[in-house]
């Protein structure tokens, strides 16, 4: 099977390179693809050495499936591109997301409605992945009403930029910095915007979580609530989640559908650490949910602290789980 990667040098590309080879993904050919700028170079793959193409080159050489993670104005023009040559997208960018004929996919939760036709697919956003994971099972059972979600999100979501301006806030000496992907500082500062404001006052972040969880679960009725925040911290995101529901629950049967969720490790207080950290989930590709409670103002609500490798889970690792069912 050929596969290509699309923005092969980036962080999240060469995640996807590394998630490919973890789960011996069946490839025959690795087609790593970047700009004109990388072309020529030589990226590992496999144990062999294998050239980086130019967009142009790789949709010649036909690959069978494409991860894209090279942006949204490159997904847009390059992903039919490749879909017309018989390639199917998995594409990480928001381009193709809210598009009404392009499905937005989970594996845990929707990967059955994937078919044949489907020549582009949507990898859903960090912070939405790990927050529809831990709630997926309870949502089946108990419905959901409302939920309000405070992210805390690593930098790495900002790609190298943002780790680069950590580093050097630091004083750490890093290659390629002075490109800042923040306004502010980030080392010791917390930054209340993620993307750009748009006309509600919201983020495009914000909205992502708003929009994308509706589409995933198919259901418009969830009234959602989201505050994404920018955090000094380097790999994981972290969501404190308070989700309401249309029926009442037991405490204990959230715990039991908990430690049943496909993709999520529920952590009590018997585990070590008894709750989940970045720290502890970095490098890792399951959901961790802890810090389970009842909501003490609301009859029908539960709190919950939500964490994840954003660069995984919340990224790489979902958008090659969905090339696995293509495959």
């Not at 529920?266 to 070590?272: E, L, Q, R």
């Amino acid at each position: 099977m050929k596969i290509a990667v699309v923005g092969a040098t980036g962080l999240v590309g060469t995640k996807m390179i590394e998630v490919l080879q973890e789960r011996n993904f069946p490839v025959t050919e690795f087609i790593p693809v970047a700009s004109s700028k990388s072309a020529g170079k030589k990226i590992k793959f496999a144990g062999k050495e294998w050239i980086v193409k130019t967009l142009e080159e790789a949709v010649e050489m036909r690959p069978d499936i494409a991860l894209f993670s090279a942006g949204s104005d490159i997904s847009g023009e390059w992903s039919p591109k490749f879909a017309a040559v018989g390639c199917r997208v998995v594409d990480n960018s928001s381009r193709w997301r809210m598009e009404q004929n392009v499905k937005l996919i989970v594996p845990e939760i929707n990967g059955d409605t994937i078919t044949k036709e489907d020549m582009i697919i949507a990898n859903p956003n960090c912070s939405t992945i790990q927050m529809v994971v831990a709630l997926n099972l309870l949502h089946r059972k108990y419905k959901l009403k409302r939920v309000v979600v405070s992210t805390y999100q690593s930098v790495t979501g900002s790609g190298i930029k943002g780790i680069n301006q950590l580093r050097e806030e630091r004083g750490e000496r890093v290659s390629g910095g002075g490109d800042k992907a923040y306004a502010y500082p980030i080392d010791m500062n917390l930054i209340p915007q993620i993307d750009l404001f748009t006309e509600n006052g919201y983020t495009k972040e914000e909205m992502k979580m708003v929009n994308e969880t509706r589409k995933i679960f198919a259901d418009n009725t969830i009234a959602i609530s989201a505050t994404t925040v920018r955090v000094p911290v380097e790999g994981g995101h972290s969501e404190s989640v308070n989700a309401e529901f249309h029926e009442e629950f037991l405490l204990e049967d959230i715990f039991a559908i908990l430690r049943k969720t496909p993709g999520a490790i529920f952590m009590d207080n018997s585990n070590n650490p008894p709750y989940p950290m970045p720290i502890y989930a970095y490098g890792k590709d399951e959901v961790f949910v802890g810090r389970v409670r009842e909501d003490l103002s609301c009859k029908k609500a539960v709190n919950m602290w939500v964490v994840a490798d954003n660069l995984r889970k919340g990224a790489a690792t979902n958008a090659v789980q969905i090339a696995e069912l293509l495959s």
